[in-house]
């Protein structure tokens, strides 16, 4: 059985920092595909960042502001999130899948598993 739980997010000024945890139970990621993806008020959920551990897709709009990480020994994985901005406020998803692929994309139905959100808010 799967479980992510996500972590670390909160209340942050423009320009400030946050780095979101999602620990995993149950799952190993050996090339298959661990998303980020968020959803703002009033908006659709988008995906952040798509990635394998060797490979990182970012959406154009966090693209240098923000990366992935994770801890293999402990089945965790990060999002840095740095000069952060309004527009990032959302309530924020980890989410995995089993599929394997050398490039990993946003595409909801590559992810069966996912945590239950964590809030960043910017202002």
């Known amino acids: 059985h799967v479980q992510l739980v996500e972590s670390g997010g909160g209340s942050v000024r423009p320009g400030g920092s946050l780095r979101l945890s999602c620990a995993s139970s149950g799952y190993t990621v050996n090339g298959r595909c661990v998303g980020w993806f968020r959803r703002a008020p009033g908006k659709e959920r988008e995906g952040v960042a798509a990635?394998?551990?060797?490979?990182?897709y970012y959406a154009d709009s966090v693209k240098g502001r923000f990366s992935t990480s994770q801890d293999n020994g402990k089945s965790m994985f990060y999002l840095q999130m740095n000069s952060l901005k309004p527009e990032d406020t959302a309530m924020y998803y980890c989410?995995?899948?089993?599929?394997?692929?050398?490039?990993?994309?946003?595409?909801?139905?590559?992810?069966?598993?996912w945590g239950q959100g964590t809030q960043v808010t910017v202002s």
């Open positions: 989410a995995a899948g089993t599929r394997w692929a050398s490039t990993c994309i946003f595409a909801r139905e590559w992810y069966e598993y």
């Open positions: 990635t394998n551990t060797v490979a990182t």
